[in-house]
């Protein structure tokens, strides 16, 4: 089966008119800030998976690619943190509060679990 042609991507990157530009740096800083209700939907949402979907975000979510990921989700970092270890040291109020919210979070090694 044939896959349809992949839509024309140029100007996707809005370099030239990225709004993004004209907005204070609070707000841009704001913007950037990883979000409580993003981090608890991430971690239901990573609760619901089965331990094969898990494993496969383990291989396909290299460290390069969860570099890029966590630029669009900075949510992922405390997550990513909070699987790997990182919230034995100093647990983000973030990751905490989404792991109240969904008790049943992921496994201790699960997806995101290798990137740290």
Same mark, same amino acid.
């Given at each position: #089966?044939?896959r349809e042609?992949?839509?024309?991507?140029?100007?996707?990157?809005?370099?030239?008119?990225n709004?993004?530009?004209n907005?204070? $740096?609070?707000? #841009? +800083?704001?913007?950037? +800030? $990883?979000? &409580? *209700? %993003? @981090?608890?939907?991430l971690?239901?949402? !990573?609760?619901?998976?089965? *331990?094969?979907?898990l494993?496969?975000?383990?291989?396909? %979510?290299?460290?390069?690619? @969860? +570099?890029? !990921?966590m +630029? !669009?989700? $900075?949510?992922l970092? &405390? !997550? %990513? &943190?909070?699987?790997g270890?990182?919230?034995a040291?100093q647990?983000?109020?973030a990751?905490?509060?989404?792991?109240q919210?969904?008790?049943?979070?992921? $496994?201790?090694?699960?997806?995101l679990?290798?990137?740290?």
């Amino acid at each position: #089966m044939a896959r349809e042609p992949m839509p024309n991507m140029a100007g996707a990157n809005m370099s030239v008119d990225n709004p993004m530009r004209n907005l204070p $740096p609070e707000a #841009m +800083k704001n913007l950037l +800030k $990883p979000d &409580e *209700e %993003i @981090a608890a939907m991430l971690v239901a949402r !990573l609760s619901a998976m089965s *331990e094969q979907e898990l494993r496969m975000l383990d291989t396909v %979510i290299t460290p390069e690619v @969860a +570099k890029v !990921l966590m +630029k !669009l989700l $900075p949510e992922l970092q &405390e !997550l %990513i &943190e909070a699987v790997g270890g990182g919230a034995a040291q100093q647990a983000p109020q973030a990751a905490q509060q989404a792991q109240q919210a969904a008790p049943q979070a992921a $496994p201790p090694m699960g997806a995101l679990g290798g990137m740290t």
